[in-house]
Every structure is written in C-alpha cells, then in structure tokens.
C-alpha cells in the first residue's frame, strides 16, 4: 500500500503565506513526479506545481513568482511554500505523485486526501 498525506492547510488573509507538506510512506521503491493540484467549488483540479525526480520544477501561470514547490528524496516528501495569498488561491490542494512499486514498475499516480486552503479577511 501507498499513502500521501498531506498538512499544512488553514485559513489565512490575503498577502499571507502557508507551507502545505506531503509525505509518502509505503512499499515504494522510487518516486518519479511529484506535485500540487488545487480544486476549487463547482470547478475542475488544476495544476499547481510539478517537480520531477531530475529537479525539473513546473509552474501554473497564475501561481509563477508566488507559490514555489520543494522536494526531499530522502524523506519521500514534497512541499509548497505559497506567498502572497489571494482569496483566489482558495481551494483543496491534492498532493500528487508518480511512484514506482517494484523496478519492473513504471509509475502509478497516488493522490492524498486534500487540504483545504482558505485566503479571506
């Protein structure tokens, strides 16, 4: 079995910062992508932020020069650093990763369970 989960989310004004976290545990051998997906009320989840196992970092345009995305191989964890908040941003953050189970294994999604992020005065 594989797990995410995830931390960090609450309720903060607009200008403010939060640092959502994400941990892997489980029979994991390697993990390829990891990143944040967000789904607001009454829309579809949305890229937020990818890091590849290479360090490749890809970013939504709306969050570029805000929200910065982090990862430790060590410790099968991956993070979001989010600055400059704005009511917009509201919405549950998913932690997502691409993870092989054995060498033979080329990669399965495995998504957490949700952190709801709330920007309002």
């Known amino acids: 079995q594989v797990q995410l989960v995830e931390s960090g989310g609450g309720l903060v004004q607009p200008g403010g910062s939060l640092r959502l976290s994400c941990a892997a545990s489980?029979?994991?051998?390697?993990?390829?992508?990891m990143g944040w997906y967000r789904q607001a009320p009454g829309k579809q989840r949305e890229l937020v932020a990818t890091?590849?196992?290479?360090?490749?970092?890809n970013y939504a345009d709306f969050v570029k020069g805000r929200f910065t995305i982090s990862r430790d191989s060590g410790k099968k964890s991956v993070y979001l650093q989010m600055n400059s908040l704005k009511p917009e941003d509201t919405a549950v953050y998913y932690c997502?990763?691409?993870?092989?189970?054995?060498?033979?294994?080329?990669?399965?999604?495995?998504w957490g369970q949700g952190t709801q992020v709330t920007v309002s005065s």
């Open positions: 890091s590849t196992s290479g360090g490749t970092r």
């Open positions: 997502n990763a691409n993870i092989r189970r054995t060498w033979l294994d080329g990669g399965t999604d495995y």
């Open positions: 489980g029979s994991i051998v390697s993990i390829n992508a």
